[in-house]
């Protein structure tokens, strides 16, 4: 079975410095979510922490709404590149 694709959602789909944007449940688009915890891993340069070959920080989101999800920032050279996906219960 193909995995379903989802986005990170904002309020008003800007991020900008001026204007808070608030982060949406991406399978539902709900307002609240809470976070859960904060893990950092390691890719030791190596693919193991995500797609990229460097490090990564997952922010671990429960929306009242029901579904659980993450933030993550994967860093890699210089480079940093942002995603969520859909998780398991905490
Ligand atoms: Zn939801």
């Known amino acids: 079975m193909k995995k379903k694709t989802y986005y990170l959602k904002t309020e008003d789909d800007s991020l900008c410095d001026l204007k808070l944007s608030k982060l949406l449940c991406p399978v539902c688009n709900g307002r609240y979510n809470h976070k859960t915890r904060i893990v950092k891993r390691s890719g ?5 922490a ?11 989101m429960h929306g ?26 905490r």
């Open 44 to 48: 030791h340069d190596n693919y193991q």
């Open 50 to 60: 995500w797609k990229g070959r460097g490090n990564l920080i997952e922010i671990f």
């Open 64 to 89: 009242e709404c029901g579904h659980n999800w993450s933030l993550s920032i994967g860093f890699h050279k210089g480079e940093s590149f942002i995603f969520c996906k859909q998780t398991r219960k």
